[in-house]
């Protein structure tokens, strides 16, 4: 089994920065891409940024030069550095990591349990 365990959220001013992270853990071969979702009250989950293993990112056109997606592969550890935040950013932020338990076998969605990151205007 695969574990995703996350840290950082909280809550902060219009215009200041957090940074959440989020550690994978368990028995597996490889994680193909990890990111971040969140959702807000009576809103859908949108995905806000991705990064793969060859370091390749995508971003939510609404974070673009806001938030930086980063990982380290060694630690199997990815952060959002989300700076400038917004009202709107408020939300529940989901880990997000697609790993591959075994070599040349689909590879398998994860989420951790989510952390709220609030902004106050």
Same mark, same amino acid.
């Given at each position: ?22 550690a ?20 859908? =989950? %949108? ?9 390749? $990112?995508?971003?939510?056109? &609404?974070?673009?030069?806001r ?14 550095q ?20 075994? =070599? %040349?076998?689909?590879a ?6 989510? $952390?709220?990151?609030?902004? &106050?205007?």
């Amino acid at each position: 089994q695969v574990q995703l365990v996350e840290s950082g959220g909280g809550l902060v001013q219009a215009g200041g920065s957090l940074r959440v992270s989020c550690a994978a853990s368990g028995r597996f071969f490889s994680i193909n891409a990890m990111g971040w979702y969140r959702q807000a009250p009576g809103k859908q =989950r %949108e995905l806000v940024a991705t990064i793969i293993i060859d370091g390749s $990112t995508n971003y939510l056109d &609404s974070v673009k030069g806001r938030f930086t997606i980063s990982r380290d592969n060694a630690k199997n550890t990815v952060y959002l550095q989300m700076n400038s935040l917004k009202p709107e950013d408020t939300a529940v932020y989901y880990c997000h990591a697609r790993v591959l338990r075994v =070599r %040349e076998t689909p590879a398998v969605d994860y989420w951790g349990q989510g $952390t709220q990151v609030t902004v &106050s205007s």
